[in-house]
């Protein structure tokens, strides 16, 4: 990796630390993730990364006083801590570990369906707060509270699959099989992000896990589904 590689991602994590989007220890985490990435995989999964931090970012600030007055605005007040990063792209890296060796397109698929997992489910989070109507469990699909664990809503399960969708566009440059690779990390993008729900409203909520484990198992799964479902697609 080059000298101004590395000063690109330094400077994205002295922005990020600037705009309050991530705190010390999580732009060093950051930039580790985003080194790791693009030495593994190259420029698409590291813009495809990139995309979903800035999405992210945009998505937690939008209209956040509205959001910390009903009480579910994101803790520490919209700034995410190494736990958040490593929660949210830890899968991606170890999934790209494995097609650095394998050169195969199954963990590519696996590696940005981790990715949309991750932008599906913070995307789904955060606006759903604002324009979510009438959530429901999604164990029990009973009433809930906007920001609830487990709380989804018609509007988050369209802006989840617009979530996962985005990321899958950067899986087709490095494919010749681009519409499997498409709807594989965009469903699989979709489906984890309901993993997530899932997760939070069992084992979170009983305690067993937190939100950052949560996060971590949903995108690993995610990604092992998207490489399932291309698989299943050829």
């Not at 609830?148 to 950067?170: C, T």
Request: hydrophobic fraction near 55%; charged fraction near 15%.
């Amino acid at each position: 990796m080059n000298i101004p590689i590395i000063a690109a991602i330094a400077l994205l994590g002295a922005l990020a630390y600037k705009l309050k989007a991530l705190d010390g220890k999580g732009v060093m985490a950051a930039v580790l993730v985003g080194a790791a990435t693009i030495v593994l995989g190259g420029m698409f999964p590291f813009l495809a990364l990139l995309t979903f931090v800035i999405l992210g970012v945009l998505a937690t600030k939008y209209r956040f006083a509205e959001k910390a007055k009903k009480g579910v605005a994101q803790e520490g007040k919209g700034t995410r801590s190494w736990q958040n990063v490593l929660g949210n792209g830890l899968a991606a890296v170890i999934f790209l570990l494995v097609e650095y060796y394998t050169k195969q397109d199954l963990f590519r698929a696996a590696t940005f369906s981790a990715i949309a997992t991750a932008n599906a489910d913070t995307l789904a989070s955060e606006l759903g707060k604002i324009f979510g109507k009438a959530p429901k469990m999604i164990t029990t699909l009973k009433p809930a509270n906007v920001g609830e664990n487990g709380a989804v809503s018609w509007q988050g399960e369209i802006i989840a699959l617009i979530g996962a969708f985005i990321i899958s566009i950067f899986a087709v440059f490095l494919t010749s099989q681009k519409i499997e690779m498409l709807l594989a990390v965009t469903l699989a993008g979709f489906v984890g992000c309901n993993l997530d729900s899932l997760l939070g409203a069992t084992l979170e909520n009983r305690g067993v896990i937190n939100n950052h484990h949560t996060n971590f198992l949903a995108t690993l799964i995610g990604g092992i589904i998207g490489a399932g479902i291309f698989l299943a697609l050829l």
